[in-house]
């Protein structure tokens, strides 16, 4: 894993996953597929990527830990979108 990304970094400050959750969790689908992203470390204290966890069980298979960062390391299979939902999404976020 040489490089780490954050489907959540451009929500705006105060937008929360709980609250939109299909718009969010369209976006993290959108993201997950446009960056081609198939193994992903999650932090123990990351509540937004174990909330794409909780919602999306059959997205993620958990592969192992890093223990000494306190993450799981978890293989991705999101299911792909059609652009027209991603435009949708983002057109969602104020």
């Not at 929360?16 to 959750?21: I, K, L, M, N, S």
């Not at 937004?48 to 909780?54: G, H, I, M, T, V």
């Amino acid at each position: 894993m040489s490089e780490m990304y954050d489907p959540f970094a451009h929500l705006p400050p105060g937008y929360r996953y709980e609250d939109h959750q299909d718009t969010v969790t369209t976006l993290v689908q959108c993201w997950l597929n446009e960056t081609d992203t198939r193994l992903i470390a999650i932090p123990k204290k990351d509540p937004n990527l174990a909330l794409a966890r909780q919602l999306n069980p059959g997205w993620f298979t958990p592969v192992g830990t890093m223990a000494e960062a306190g993450w799981t390391v978890e293989g991705v299979a999101a299911p792909s979108v059609p652009a027209a939902a991603c435009e949708a999404a983002r057109s969602a976020i104020p």
